[in-house]
Nanobody, 123 residues
Framework: QVQLVESGGGLVQAGGSLRLSCAASGRTFSSYVMGWFRQAPGKEREFVAAITGNGGIKYYADSVKGRFTISRDNTKNTVYLQMNSLKPEDTAVYYC????????????????WGQGTQVTVSS
């Protein structure tokens, strides 16, 4: 069982930056692929980024590539999402998620989810 708690969301102007954090419980954090997803009102949850257990491979949605960076610190059981050059269309609730096995983009592939943190980007 893995419990995930996100933090770091907030209100920011377009062009600004935020760093999201996701703290995980458990002693096997490095075994899990970690993903970030987001869901805007009236839209389906979508993939943002994922990182393998040792941090060696990272994946990004085209919409955030070059602006967002996913990273992890396995000594702190934490995964991060650095978001730069934010746009109003980045406004959403951001969720972190965990799964064993391959790094996948489909939300249904992830077994554990946090409660989400709101990110609002004003124009």
């Amino acid at each position: 069982q893995v419990q995930l708690v996100e933090s770091g969301g907030g209100l920011v102007q377009a062009g600004g930056s935020l760093r999201l954090s996701c703290a995980a419980s458990g002693r096997t954090f490095s075994s899990y692929v970690m993903g970030w997803f987001r869901q805007a009102p009236g839209k389906e949850r979508e993939f943002v980024a994922a990182i393998t257990g040792n941090g060696g491979i990272k994946y990004y949605a085209d919409s955030v590539k070059g602006r967002f960076t996913i990273s992890r610190d396995n000594t702190k059981n934490t995964v991060y999402l650095q978001m730069n050059s934010l746009k109003p269309e980045d406004t959403a609730v951001y969720y972190c998620a965990a799964r064993l096995g391959l790094a996948l983009r489909a939300p249904r592939s992830y077994d554990y989810w946090g409660q989400g943190t709101q990110v609002t980007v004003s124009s």
